[in-house]
Every structure is written in structure tokens, then in C-alpha cells.
């Protein structure tokens, strides 16, 4: 099979954020099928343009020998204002559009576009018209009310036109992915999604990588070689934007400050540099922000950690979202101290492997590392715990064959 993936922030290589399609494309690769990916240039989490990209409307890469990946112009207003990012969107919405048509000229059997954001939509739709194939519409995020709920989209005609236009793609789409439970039952019973449309293969722990590194690791030597060997390390992977309120990691460094305790944290994002600046001023030595690494870099901090932890906003919309670093943390084998409300919460909660926090409270969260500060029996316990359920129910391997199994009836390959 020969699949068209529109994913604008589809990762570069070696980046260690969230890596959902560019682990699936290599299972799917393995399996003997093709993948052209149309991507945008500006990365997700900081915003920036890589200086690869810079001055140029569209950049070939070849990421092995079945997976090709057109970087597609994305405005660097981005950054600016509401304006500047709403033309981001769009700026990639006609690049992708040029990509599809003048150079990913293959015939293709499927095109499965990942949305947020909700615009990407519009380029597998005139596509799948212009190449005359089917479409899968995938929901990582609910658009536009997280964009809302954080301050993104603010203009009442633009939401109108979001949500006259998430209407449309999901009528469009001939199936639809939503990557939670929630999700499903908001499509279902708010937004009249049928239900014989929609599949549900949500993110995943990635095993094949976490067992690879786990073979040569040496932790004590990591853990030494960065100072927190006798520590009880706390880290956290991802994005440092404003949904992600991080501030709460600093104002539980402060209330733990006299503890044995270690708080890492690595990633980019917009507010990133505030939350530096917030250590230096609070004078605190047991919190570092770091730089992002490799995904194989990502990991080994991991590995080197005693604890994982998953952090959002009080928000009622991310309620309803899996934490990608969460299944991560899983497949290294360690508790999760959980900031997030719904089915996230519950999640590790029937999986008994980890503590929930409430959203935005130092307070809580400072009494919660306490817990495992004084029970070190319970982090091997509930790390176990949080392994065996992913890999029972969550292995990367399994749903990205399944993910595949869908597009090849669909596409009738």
C-alpha cells in the first residue's frame, strides 16, 4: 500500500518530542508499504524554523528508503500574534496543497491526515478530489476547543468558521481516528458523528526502543555523571507551552526544596525561558530545564529516573486527552505522577501506576512526591504495574498493524 500522510508536525529526524506517526510510518515501512509524508518546517513546540528550512518553500528528505518527507513552507509569523498564526496555518495548508500535487505524484491508495490543527483537513480533502482516494481524518486533539480553552483562538468568527468547518471534514472523511474514549463519546453524542465511522487507535508505549537502550544502559554511571545519583529523580518529556503550566513543577521545587529531590525537565515551547528565569529568581537548585536530546537521548533520562511526570492545565477539554509521555514513561517501567484530569487519570488509575495531582496544585503535588520519597517499594511496584498494562494494552507494534489493518480495507489494497 501506498500511503499519503499529512502531518504538519510530523517530527525531524532525531527530535525527541512526540513521535506517534514517525514510530508507525517505520512499523508500517517493515510491513512492506510506502509512505509520503507532506510536513510542515516549523517545529510544534518552539515555533522556530530549522536553519535547514530557512528560505526555502519546500525541502525533499528521505528518512529510509520507503519513507519520503516533504517539509512544506510554514509562515514564521507563527510566533507573532492570533494573525500571525492563524497565516502559519494557512501558509501550510497551500504548501502541503502544492507538495500533493506537482511533487508527491505517486498513486497513491489512501491519504490519513493527523489534525491538530484543524486546517490540515482542508489539503486531505482537495487532495483526496484532485487524487481521487479516500481519506482518514485523524483527531490527536479536540479542535478548535483546545485552541480555545487555551487562548489561541479568540476571534468569535474564526470559531465559527472552526466549527462550521470541523462539521464539514468529519462529513467529509470516510473514517475518522480519535485517539481516546472521550474523544469518541464527545464525536458520538456532541457533534453527531456516526458511529460506524470512527476507530480508536490511540498512542502507544514504545517497547522495540525502551528494551534496545535498556540492554547497554548503565544508570548508576548516568545518573553520576549528572549528579543526582543519590537523588529521587523526577523528569518530565515534552512541549513547555503555555497549556502545559509548568510553573507547577517550579513551585513544587520551592515546597521540596529541603527534600532529597530532583526535578528534570526537557523540552521546548514558549515558556520555557519564563520558567528559567523563575528558577534563577526563586534561587533553586533541585529543578533544571533542559535542552531537548534524541529520542534515544529522551529515553535514557528516562531510564535514569526514578519517577515520570505528566503536567497540563485545570482545563475541562484536557480531560478528555491521553498524555503521550505517559505511555513512555510506562514502557520504562516508572510511576507516573499524573496533573491530569479525566480519562488520563483514569487511566493510570486502573492501571495502578501512579499518583493523580490535581491540575495546578503545588501543594498536592509536593505531597504526592513525598509518597513515593517515603516508600521506595512502591515505585518498582506501580512502574511494574504501569508496564505490564501498556504492554498489554498499548504496545506501538500491535496498534500500528491494527491502524494499518483499517486503511488497507478502507483502501481496498
Known sequence: ???????????EKGDGGGSRFNEMTKIWESEGHSITVLAGMVHYASGKKSINYKGKFLVKESYSDNIIVYRCHVSEAYNVNFLGRLWAYFSFVLSSLYAGIFKAKSNYDIILVTSPPLFVGISGYLLSIIKRMPFVFEVRDLWPESAIDTGVLTNKYIIRLSYWFEKFIYKKAQKINVLTPAFKLIL????????????????????????RISLEFNRERFRKDHGYNEKLVIIYVGAHGIANGLILLVEAAEILKDENIFIISIGS????KDLIEEVKKRNLNN??????VSKEEVFKYILAA??????????????????????DYMSCEKPILLAIDGVSRELIEKAECGLFVEPENPIDYAEKVKVYLNDKKRISQDGYNGFKYAKENFDRNILAKQYLAELQKLSNV
Do not use: R
Request: charged share 25%; glycine share 2%; proline share 3%.
Open 1 to 11: 500500500m501506498n500511503i499519503l500522510l499529512i502531518h504538519q508536525y510530523f517530527l
Open 188 to 211: 458520538e453524542e456532541k457533534k453527531d458523528v456516526d458511529s460506524s465511522k470512527l476507530l480508536m487507535i490511540p498512542n502507544a508505549a514504545d517497547f522495540s526502543l525502551s528494551e
Open 269 to 272: 515551547g514558549m515558556q520555557k
Open 287 to 292: 529543578i533544571k530545564f533542559q535542552d531537548p
Open 306 to 327: 526514578d519517577i515520570g511526570t505528566s503536567i497540563l492545565l485545570k482545563n475541562d477539554t484536557f480531560k478528555t486527552i491521553y498524555s503521550n509521555k505517559t505511555f
